[in-house]
């Protein structure tokens, strides 16, 4: 059997392998120990004093060829991003020892950042996670670099993704850059070359703008930041276009030539990378979701009861879909104009139509400033609109959820009016009372961001997503169930 515990960090040389690790307070995530002496490492690693261990059973753990090799190919990878990494300063190192005026420098600045940035993106869009990047990502309102990334309207010639052309571009810039370096030649020679790509990376940059703001009405931090470099790089080289500093002849017509054949090149690689790369984090995420451990029902029920509790407390009157009576309650913290609140929302949905007997999910909303008048806010409208004409009809929940949807799919309350418009402009005083229960429970709990997902009063594991609990909640339920009786007999 699997156990789960906490403890404190000296205590880390007494624990038996193999297990798991999460420590408090870390982005470090679970960590896998297999062996003692990688127990005595990761006490010297980790400075988290708190921590949460699960036992594991040697005997129930399956040690096949194919788990082995995906362990060897994760640590291909770890090692194919310490060899950019060292690369990377390497040509830093050489491009600052031959830079000889200003204006190279910046740009080989920009290159090198742009080539990080974009390397982010392209992590991302592969589905590799960085906490740091995530949290930049997802904060404020209307900001969801997944949703764009991953938006079918970011693929180009049907095929090529943004961030295959980004990553490109910018490895593109140094390795030419760097060609030059090591063969003592001018810089000067390529720059023509670098402004043809920087006029047709003009059109591309408005377009990923355009495709934020207007069509997908979502912002991407990081392809902004990418934009801006190459906005910066278009400047500087009509700047120094003007006053001359750029030079090229006509003898170096075959030079560049050649040297932009080399652009389609690196993109066909960038597109063999990433269609390589997904197949094989496709086949990870298989093996990772159907890892016994983690899809434990006992293992996440004791993990649950190690997070951050907030009673229940059915309030009055408030949108909900499944079954009332379910026993398993989940409730969910939400922004109207949250991008990550949409994509849970959706997930919820898909998780109550399969597990309809076993769940009810109560739906909270913070507390926001955006108003519909000077009277009603876009919250109090949306649940005025589902007093009048949702509340206490014979498909309450089904409405609800649709009612939800509707209200994602545009995030905009002046639209959403139109399309659900009150039968009198005018908020109740239970749609009031409705609002203020809503915020005064928040606010007690102490909830700081959205989405947050409670599971029976207690805050759903970090570890965890929507879409995990559709292979835990059947016995999960049952659990619950035996606990209900458990205690009822006590009592």
Same mark, same amino acid.
């Given at each position: 059997? @699997? ?5 404190? /960090? ?15 307070? &870390? ?38 060829? $194919? ?27 050489? %491009? ?16 090198? %950042? ?7 993106? %392209? ?33 180009? %010639? ?117 269609? /390589? ?11 990772? @979701? ?5 899809? &434990? ?14 009673? *229940?407390?059915?309030? *009055? ?32 949905? /898909? ?21 519909? +008048? ?9 649940? $005025? #609109? ?25 995030? +905009? ?5 139109? &399309? ?37 009063? #207690? ?11 559709? /292979? ?20």
């Amino acid at each position: 059997m @699997h156990s789960i515990k906490r403890i404190n /960090r000296e205590e880390i040389e007494s624990l038996e392998s193999p297990c798991l690790i999460l420590p408090e307070r &870390s982005a470090k995530g679970l960590i896998s120990v297999l062996t003692s002496s990688n127990l005595r490492k990761l006490k010297s690693e980790i400075a988290s004093q708190s921590l949460i261990v699960i036992s594991v059973n040697p005997s129930l753990i399956n040690s096949t060829d $194919q788990q082995k090799s995906d362990f060897f190919q994760e640590k291909i990878k770890n090692g194919a991003e310490g060899l950019l990494k060292i690369t990377l300063i390497v040509l830093l190192g050489l %491009f600052l020892f031959s830079i000889d005026s200003i204006f190279d420098f910046f740009w080989v600045m920009t290159s090198i %950042f742009g080539a990080v940035v974009s390397y982010l993106i %392209f992590s991302k869009d592969l589905g590799f996670k960085f906490d740091v990047i995530d949290k930049f990502c997802n904060s404020g309102k209307k900001a969801s670099c997944d949703e764009i990334l991953q938006s079918e309207k970011s693929i180009v %010639f049907g095929f090529l993704k943004f961030s295959d052309l980004i990553i490109s571009l910018f490895v593109f810039q140094l390795v030419i850059l760097g060609l030059f370096v090591l063969s003592d030649r001018s810089i000067n020679e390529v720059w023509p070359l670098f402004m043809g790509i920087a006029l047709l990376s003009i059109p591309a940059v408005l377009y990923s703008v355009y495709l934020q703001y207007a069509v997908l009405k979502t912002w991407c931090k990081l392809c902004l930041i990418v934009s801006a470099i190459l906005i910066l790089q278009f400047g500087m080289l009509i700047g120094n276009f003007f006053v001359e500093t750029i030079y090229w002849g006509v003898e170096d017509l075959l030079g560049t030539i050649l040297l932009a054949i080399s652009y389609p090149i690196i993109l066909s690689l960038t597109f063999l990378v990433r269609s /390589r790369t997904q197949e094989f984090n496709t086949f990870y995420q298989r093996a990772v @979701h159907s890892e016994r451990i983690k899809n &434990s029902p006992k293992v996440f029920y004791d993990l649950l009861k190690q997070q951050n509790k907030a009673h *229940y407390s059915p309030l *009055y009157h408030e949108l909900v879909i499944g079954n009332p009576n379910a026993p398993i309650k989940l409730i969910i913290v939400s922004n109207l104009y949250c991008a990550p609140c949409k994509v849970q929302h959706e997930e919820v949905s /898909r998780l109550v139509e399969s597990n309809k007997e076993y769940l009810s999910v109560s739906m909270r909303f913070v507390k926001i400033n955006k108003q519909f +008048n000077k009277d009603i806010s876009s919250t109090q409208y949306l649940l $005025q #609109y589902w007093w009048d004409n949702i509340h206490n009809t014979e498909k309450e929940s089904s409405l609800t959820e649709q009612l939800i949807h509707s209200w994602f799919s545009e995030m +905009n309350v002046e639209s959403f009016a139109s &399309s659900h418009p009150l039968k009198e402009l005018k908020l109740s005083n239970e749609v009031k009372a409705m609002a203020e229960l809503q915020e005064k429970w928040i606010e007690e709990i102490g909830v700081s961001k959205t989405p947050t997902i409670f599971i029976n009063d #207690y805050e759903l594991p970090s570890l965890y997503t929507i879409a995990d609990l559709h /292979r835990i909640l059947p016995d999960l339920a049952e659990y619950y169930f035996l606990e209900n009786q458990h205690s009822n007999l006590k009592s």
